[in-house]
């Protein structure tokens, strides 16, 4: 039997989002085959919505950060989505989740889609 790693993208972007994040990744980072990539579409991106989760929950610092701050709801879906698409194509996640049902939660699925890359929801 051969140990196979898995590499599992969470994409997550606001304060619920976190908080939901925490207990998947508490649970994946026991796991020694899998890779827990973290993509923060930055739709929360001050102290009070999003670092402050990142510290309280010991969560790691995001390894990739879209910035997509308080854009029109269209712009930031479509910040998302170039900005996922490209992540994907270089980290090529086995398994891509999204938590909730905000612009980040869409574009995170859509991208997903797109690359044909199985997808998870966390409500």
Do not use: W
């Not at 976190?18 to 579409?41: D, G, M, Q, R, Y």
């Amino acid at each position: 039997m051969t140990n196979q790693s898995h590499k599992i993208a969470s994409v997550v972007g606001a304060r619920p989002q976190f908080i939901k994040l925490a207990a998947f990744h508490k649970a994946v980072s026991t796991e020694p085959e899998l890779t827990h990539v973290i993509i923060h579409s930055g739709q929360h991106y001050d102290h009070d919505m999003s670092e402050q989760f990142f510290k309280e929950f010991n969560l790691p610092k995001p390894n990739y950060n879209l910035g997509v701050g308080s854009l029109p709801h269209n712009l930031q879906i479509a910040r998302c989505l170039e900005g996922l698409d490209a992540i994907y194509e270089m980290e090529k996640p086995d398994l891509v989740v999204v938590y909730g049902d905000t612009n980040t939660t869409a574009a995170g699925a859509i991208a997903a889609a797109k690359r044909n890359i199985p997808l998870a929801h966390i409500e």
